[in-house]
């Protein structure tokens, strides 16, 4: 009988240990959980740090290539505009009887420049990484996103319009320019710029006696001028507004 109850003692104990043991065992699983809960936490919390810090210095790019989008811009419909006035002043003197010409060398200038037209968008570099990286998902605001996609698509809306018909057109007027100096010396015309010496009476009559010919292309030159003056504006509108919604984002990252 004693032997019994020392057995039954004994299985208590036992029991007793392995309970402990197991507590044991479980308080140790949930120091070791949470240790990798605490771990995962601060790891998440770096990440988001890295990411805004990340989105910030996008954003501060952004916001200097679109100050710089405003202004050329800008200095793209002064161009337009200049080049309007000079090929209207060349079909204003189309448009008279006899050739009457006060200032030769401007004239001379005002007909060389519609060939003088050249592309000028401009590949927007952050916009490009932004989207190629696919690191334009650290940019929190959606709405931001929709409205820097239209603005980017607005400009290479125009810029592959501008290069589609436009340039075109500026290449023939470029080949009908060189015409009228076929035997002028070649250092007299063949410049970058306006020319510095009036070319011989020749040329200002070979100019006169073919003006019908050229006068349609300098006329849809002029009024591609005046339409890229138009979307120029818009453009410079469309800059600062998006600057200013990039500015306002700016303060709120946190």
Same mark, same amino acid.
């Given at each position: 009988?004693?032997? /019994?109850? &020392? $057995?039954? &003692?004994?299985?208590?104990?036992?029991?007793?240990?392995?309970?402990?043991?197991?507590?044991?065992?479980?308080?140790?699983?949930?120091?070791?959980?949470?240790?990798? *809960?605490?771990? *995962?936490?601060?790891?998440?919390?770096?990440?988001?740090?890295?990411? &805004?810090?990340?989105?910030?210095?996008?954003?501060?790019?952004?916001?200097k290539e679109v100050e710089k989008d405003t202004s050329y811009f800008k200095d793209i419909k002064r161009q337009f505009d200049f080049?309007?006035s000079k090929i209207i002043r060349v079909i204003s003197t189309w448009q008279i009887d006899n050739l009457r010409v006060v200032d030769?060398?401007?004239?001379?200038?005002?007909?060389?420049?519609?060939?003088?037209?050249?592309?000028?968008?401009?590949?927007?570099?952050?916009? +490009?990484?932004?989207?190629?990286?696919?690191?334009? $998902?650290?940019?929190?605001?959606?709405?931001?996103?929709?409205?820097?996609?239209?603005?980017?698509?607005?400009?290479? $809306?125009?810029?592959?319009?501008?290069?589609?018909?436009?340039?075109?057109?500026n290449i023939r007027a470029r080949e009908q320019w060189t015409e009228p100096f076929v035997q002028e010396a070649y250092e007299n /015309?063949?410049?970058?710029?306006?020319?510095?010496?009036?070319?011989?009476?020749?040329?200002?009559?070979?100019?006169?006696?073919? &003006?019908?010919?050229? /006068?349609?292309?300098?006329?849809?030159?002029?009024?591609?001028? $005046?339409?890229?003056?138009?979307?120029?504006?818009?453009?410079?509108?469309?800059?600062?507004?998006?600057?200013?919604?990039?500015?306002?984002?700016?303060? +709120?990252?946190?």
């Amino acid at each position: 009988m004693i032997k /019994f109850f &020392r $057995k039954i &003692r004994y299985n208590l104990m036992e029991q007793n240990k392995t309970g402990k043991y197991l507590k044991y065992a479980i308080g140790e699983i949930v120091l070791v959980v949470i240790g990798i *809960l605490i771990a *995962l936490s601060i790891n998440n919390w770096n990440q988001k740090l890295k990411n &805004r810090g990340i989105e910030q210095a996008y954003i501060n790019r952004l916001i200097k290539e679109v100050e710089k989008d405003t202004s050329y811009f800008k200095d793209i419909k002064r161009q337009f505009d200049f080049k309007e006035s000079k090929i209207i002043r060349v079909i204003s003197t189309w448009q008279i009887d006899n050739l009457r010409v006060v200032d030769s060398l401007q004239y001379i200038n005002d007909f060389k420049s519609a060939g003088d037209i050249n592309s000028w968008y401009i590949e927007p570099v952050t916009w +490009t990484q932004l989207i190629q990286t696919g690191e334009l $998902k650290l940019i929190r605001d959606k709405e931001l996103i929709d409205k820097l996609f239209d603005y980017y698509n607005s400009i290479k $809306k125009v810029a592959d319009n501008f290069n589609q018909y436009p340039m075109s057109m500026n290449i023939r007027a470029r080949e009908q320019w060189t015409e009228p100096f076929v035997q002028e010396a070649y250092e007299n /015309f063949n410049n970058i710029g306006d020319l510095k010496i009036i070319p011989n009476a020749n040329v200002f009559e070979k100019i006169w006696r073919n &003006r019908n010919k050229y /006068f349609n292309d300098y006329a849809a030159i002029a009024i591609i001028c $005046k339409h890229n003056k138009t979307h120029m504006n818009n453009l410079e509108v469309s800059s600062k507004n998006i600057l200013k919604i990039l500015e306002i984002y700016k303060r +709120t990252i946190k």
